[in-house]
């Protein structure tokens, strides 16, 4: 049973160029997140998604960064234009569908490898 | 969401049993408290989750008292391999499911 797939694992890209991050979600996950990593801090939370839906972007900048998860395929995170600061960890966790009625307090987030993007 | 507080580093021996602490005054009454260990260069994996009293699994304990404003996780006999950030969270995951993660705790287990 594969776990979280992310890929590149390493990604540079020059200033100003695009860069596209994907997410394979373990199997039969439908939700998705996306957290950044800059070096000796933690994780923080970008978006969650569901298929083909944006559930919530509070942590992601407005500008230039966006995110999908299409009805097939893996979920992008796209960081247009790039500078130096956003060189970092970007990883993606999934998470099984949420079931009502369930245990409601039960959250575990699945993590993939991460991809570091270095921005020269 | 409620701050969580931990130390920020510990060091340890093999064969030793590590308790790390993290303070969560704020917790709500629907909270949930959670650990994560993150290797380097990896993702973050889940270890525990309880709401009171102890929790135990394969990997390790969680204590957590009446007034629930703390939480401690035992690893028990460490050994190298638990060289790792271990992070506390707290939240209730029935609203908005993003996880919040601080700083966490950078443990070193020397042999």
């Known amino acids: 049973n594969a776990g979280v797939m992310q890929n590149p694992r390493h990604l540079v890209r020059r ?16 939700h998705v997140y996306w957290y950044r990593q800059l070096p000796e801090e933690g994780l923080k939370f970008m978006v ?5 839906n ?5 942590g992601m ?7 999908e998860f ?3 395929g893996p979920s992008i995170l796209r960081i247009q234009q790039v500078v130096r600061g956003d ?6 966790a999934s998470s099984p569908p949420y079931t009502s009625g369930g245990d409601n307090s039960y959250n575990e ?12 | 969401l409620a701050k969580t507080t931990q130390p920020i580093s510990m060091d340890s021996y093999e064969g030793q049993e590590v308790n790390i602490t993290c303070s969560h005054n704020n917790i709500a009454t629907n909270d949930y408290i959670t650990w994560y260990q993150q290797f380097p260069s990896q993702g973050p994996r889940f270890i525990i989750q309880g709401y009171k009293t102890k929790v135990t699994n394969e990997v390790a304990s969680l204590f957590i008292p009446a007034d629930r404003k703390s939480s401690t996780l035992s690893l028990p006999r460490v050994s190298l391999s638990d060289t790792a950030v271990y992070y506390c969270l707290v939240g209730s995951y029935t609203g908005r499911r993003a996880l919040t993660f601080g700083s966490g705790t950078r443990l070193q287990v020397q042999p």
């Open chain 1, 48 to 52: 969650y998604l569901q298929k083909e």
């Open chain 1, 15 to 30: 200033r100003g160029q695009e860069a596209r991050l994907r997410c394979s979600p373990m199997k039969g996950h439908s």
């Open chain 1, 87 to 92: 060189s970092a960890a970007y990883f993606c």
């Open chain 1, 70 to 72: 299409p009805k097939e």
């Open chain 1, 54 to 58: 944006i559930i919530d972007e509070s």
């Open chain 1, 109 to 120: 987030q699945f993590f993939g490898p991460g991809t570091r993007l270095t921005v020269l």
């Open chain 1, 61 to 67: 900048p407005k500008e230039r960064f966006s995110a």
